[in-house]
């Protein structure tokens, strides 16, 4: 079945950078975009972007262009996010989620990692 | 980008009732539409894809309409294990938008 496992939770300073991995199984990753969302404490849901791991291809929300990193590494079927410059906003659980189609709808969640940012 | 609308962006609800939720987006999204439930601590689940598909294993109770700009999440007869949070999800155009979140609570 399909799993996606991510790293665990994460404690950072302000101006520091935080990479968050998601590792995939029970399928073909390279067939599927990797999106990564991130939602704050008791707020809503917030699409950050995607990464095509056949090709490694990115899109990134306007909001974190320039900050924001997505990688892969097909050998052992991951996906990373890496944030940097952080600051306390950025408090947040953030999930890894993998589309099902072309059409986008995201199926197959991460248990997502709390990214705590505090001096 | 594409804003996504949702209301409302609370609503007290008894077992038993309907339940109406409606998204409007800034522009056409067509039925590029999902809806996820999420329960606190959790990942969010997703219920409905491409505007008015039931995934897999959903409850019929659930059901999704609309094209273009306005989409509606109905939920029949509400169970005690669907008082959570609810949002909407475009997927017509990078970069992929939700809705504010509906947190449906027991009156």
């Known amino acids: 079945q399909v799993q996606l496992v991510q790293s665990g939770a994460e404690v950072k300073k302000p101006g520091a950078s935080v990479k968050v991995s998601c590792k995939s199984s029970g399928y073909t990753f390279t067939d599927y975009y990797i999106h990564w969302v991130r939602q704050a404490p008791g707020q809503g849901l917030e699409w950050m972007g995607r990464?095509?791991?056949?090709?490694?291809?990115?899109n990134y929300a306007q909001k974190f262009q320039g900050r924001v990193s997505m990688t892969r590494d097909t050998s052992i079927t991951t996906a990373y996010m890496e944030l940097s410059g952080l600051v306390s906003d950025d408090t947040a659980v953030y999930y890894c989620?993998?589309?099902?189609?072309?059409?986008?709808?995201?199926?197959?969640w991460g248990q997502g990692a709390l990214v705590t940012v505090s001096s | 980008d594409i804003q996504m609308t949702q209301s409302p962006s609370s609503l007290s609800a008894s077992v038993g009732d309907r339940v109406t939720i409606t998204c409007r987006a800034s522009q056409t999204i067509t039925n590029y539409l999902n809806w996820y439930q999420q329960k606190p601590g959790k990942a969010p689940k997703l219920l409905i894809y491409s505007a008015s598909s039931l995934q897999s294993g959903v409850p019929s109770r659930f059901s999704g309409s609309g094209s273009g700009t306005d989409f509606t999440l109905i939920i029949s007869s509400l169970q005690p294990e669907d008082f959570a949070a609810y949002y909407c999800?475009?997927?017509?155009?990078?970069?992929?938008?939700f809705g504010q979140g509906t947190k449906l609570e027991i009156k």
């Open positions: 990464i095509n791991p056949n090709i490694g291809v990115t």
């Open positions: 989620a993998r589309d099902e189609s072309t059409s986008g709808w995201l199926h197959h």
């Open positions: 999800h475009q997927t017509y155009m990078v970069p992929y938008t």
